[in-house]
């Protein structure tokens, strides 16, 4: 057996409105777990304020977030990333990565994985 071992994993994108992914992380060993997420929307249409906000949660506590926002405009591509990185003990987890949309209406993506890691320790 590898000293390193990916334990759980997943890799998935939406391309919805809501920009909503969840998923249930089932842990059995203390691990190491990292996620990653990107979103983008674009707004078209008459000049006003928009942007988007990314947020990270497990277990309804939020763990990281970004926003992309800029002044008055009536063209613009929204994008923001954010990654977290923390110890887990063995249980089951909700992790919910959820792009807010403020006026955007258009290209709507978002992109996320992550991956719990457990090293075995040596003697």
Same mark, same amino acid.
């Given at each position: 057996m590898s000293p390193v071992q990916i334990i759980a994993s997943n890799q998935n994108s939406t391309d919805s409105p809501t920009g909503l992914w969840q998923d249930t992380i089932?842990?059995?060993k203390t691990c190491l777990l990292t996620i990653n997420a990107i979103a983008s929307a674009r707004y078209n249409g008459n000049v006003v304020n928009a942007g988007i906000r990314l947020i990270i949660r497990l277990d309804e506590e939020e763990l990281t977030s970004d926003y992309?926002?800029?002044g008055s405009?009536?063209?613009i591509l929204f994008s923001s990333s954010?990654?977290?990185?923390?110890?887990?003990?063995?249980?089951?987890y909700n992790l919910e990565?959820?792009?807010? #949309?403020?006026?955007? =209406?258009?290209?709507? #993506?978002l992109r996320a =994985?992550?991956?719990a890691i457990y090293a075995e320790m040596s003697n």
């Amino acid at each position: 057996m590898s000293p390193v071992q990916i334990i759980a994993s997943n890799q998935n994108s939406t391309d919805s409105p809501t920009g909503l992914w969840q998923d249930t992380i089932e842990i059995d060993k203390t691990c190491l777990l990292t996620i990653n997420a990107i979103a983008s929307a674009r707004y078209n249409g008459n000049v006003v304020n928009a942007g988007i906000r990314l947020i990270i949660r497990l277990d309804e506590e939020e763990l990281t977030s970004d926003y992309s926002f800029e002044g008055s405009s009536s063209s613009i591509l929204f994008s923001s990333s954010a990654f977290t990185t923390l110890f887990l003990q063995p249980s089951i987890y909700n992790l919910e990565i959820e792009r807010v #949309n403020a006026a955007v =209406n258009s290209d709507y #993506n978002l992109r996320a =994985n992550y991956y719990a890691i457990y090293a075995e320790m040596s003697n």
